[in-house]
């Protein structure tokens, strides 16, 4: 006995994402529906050993389904998750549209199980953005063991934050720089990735911090601690897979590194690689297709009474944003639905 589950944006990257993990970690479907925009059906999808014909997401009957995985962007979230919510189907929503509602939870099953409970009030959860899932699973242990007063965030997000359209552009322009006359002009982002990085991740806000930077800010403090001060600075690299994370972190009390180290070893997600040599940390073409979250550079910060620093590293596609859903699901069947 398993669940009924839907797909919803089943041909993008983080929708064939998440056919995979829910495959790989053999969540219990009893029966799967891959739902795409009208210009996709008939796309044929993997799912496990199997391969799912896209479905017309407009006009899909929710009907009788006990989970959807959305994957489809903001826009289209809006039209289609409460048509799920209302016919009874739970909503797990990769896009920001949710997130900073007060009566929808925000999700890290690492950092804050519980709150999936609380998905009764409007059929929905929120999966947090992909930069901040990742650090929150390395924070959580660490706040419970010393108390975080303020975290400052640098990140090093890789071009497939941005989605398939990011990932080309990369492609285009490092293969145009070898090619004269083949020089591809920035389309997606403001400047050109290739061979360079760009301060500037979602639209510029008023008070100078991109929307990026913000999200970091405000689901940090919804998913963990509301107390915790946080300020980023989001960049964007020329990686294909894989956000990277510097990390300062100011506590309340003495957090010995050693300690420390120890802590996040045992900390559910996190995967600590911390040898102080040559290549004795992780880097993000290392951690694409794993699940963890890794950890290393852990050293004490002597600027500050209570300091340490870390780097933080993982597949913004899994832990950022397809495994992170699934990982939602799985709570929510174990804590809240029942099967079949």
Known sequence: MGYKVVVAGATGNVGREMLNI???????????????????????VSFGDKTVKTKDIEGFDFTGWDIALFAIGSEATKKYAPIAASQGCVVIDNSSLYRYDPEIPLVVPEVNPEAVEQYKKKMIIANPNCSTAQMVVALKPLHDRARIKRVVVSTYQSVSGAGKEGIDELWDQTKGMYVPG???????????????????IDVFMEDGQTKEEWKMVAETKKILDKTIKVTATCVRVPVFVGHSEAVNIEFEDFLDEDEAR????????????????NGGYVTPVECVGDYATFVSRIRQDGTIENGLNLWCVSDNLRKGAALNAVQIAETLGNRCLKKG
Do not use: C, W, Y
């Not at 829910?22 to 044929?44: K, Q």
């Not at 002009?185 to 500037?200: D, E, G, L, R, W």
């Not at 120890?262 to 040599?277: F, H, N």
């Open 22 to 44: 829910l495959a790989e970690r053999e969540f219990p479907v009893d029966e799967i529906a891959a739902l795409a925009s009208r210009r996709s059906l008939g796309t044929e």
């Open 262 to 277: 120890d802590i996040l070893r045992e900390a559910p997600g996190v995967m600590v690689v911390d040898k102080r040599e």
């Open 182 to 200: 083949q020089e591809v002009a920035p389309k997606k982002f403001s400047k050109q990735i290739a061979f360079n990085v760009i301060p500037h």
